[in-house]
């Protein structure tokens, strides 16, 4: 069982940046590899960008590959999305979810894949 949950989120300018952070509890943290996804309003949840278990692997998606960094700290139990020149299309809720991996480095950008889920952080992006 793990538990996520995430924060910093808010209101910025578009130009802005925000760090988002997501907490895990449980064991064995480093066996998960890790996602973020957003869901703005009227809207489905989509991928933003997934991390390998032990960090070595991301892929993003296009929309916001070139501004957006994703990292883990297995030490500290911990994922985070460095999020820069922010856009008002960038205004959603944002979750973290984890995906259990018994080998290799893999990751996916397939929300069903993924075990679980934190509540979400709300991130605003005002023009």
């Known amino acids: 069982q793990v538990e996520l949950v995430e924060s910093g989120g808010g209101l910025v300018q578009a130009g802005g940046s925000l760090r988002l952070s997501c907490a895990a509890s449980?064991?064995?943290?480093?066996?998960?590899?890790m996602g973020w996804f957003r869901q703005a309003p009227g809207k489905e949840r989509e991928f933003v960008v997934a991390?390998?278990?032990?960090?070595?692997?991301?892929y993003y998606a296009t929309s916001v590959k070139g501004r957006f960094t994703i990292s883990r700290d297995n030490a500290k139990d911990r994922v985070y999305l460095q999020m820069n020149s922010l856009k008002p299309e960038d205004t959603a809720v944002y979750y973290c979810?984890?995906?259990?991996?018994?080998?290799?480095?893999?990751?996916?950008?397939?929300?069903?894949?993924?075990?679980?889920w934190g509540q979400g952080t709300q991130v605003t992006v005002s023009s």
């Open positions: 449980g064991r064995s943290f480093s066996n998960y590899a």
């Open positions: 991390i390998s278990r032990s960090g070595t692997t991301t």
């Open positions: 979810a984890a995906d259990r991996v018994y080998y290799g480095e893999s990751y996916t950008y397939t929300a069903g894949d993924y075990d679980y």
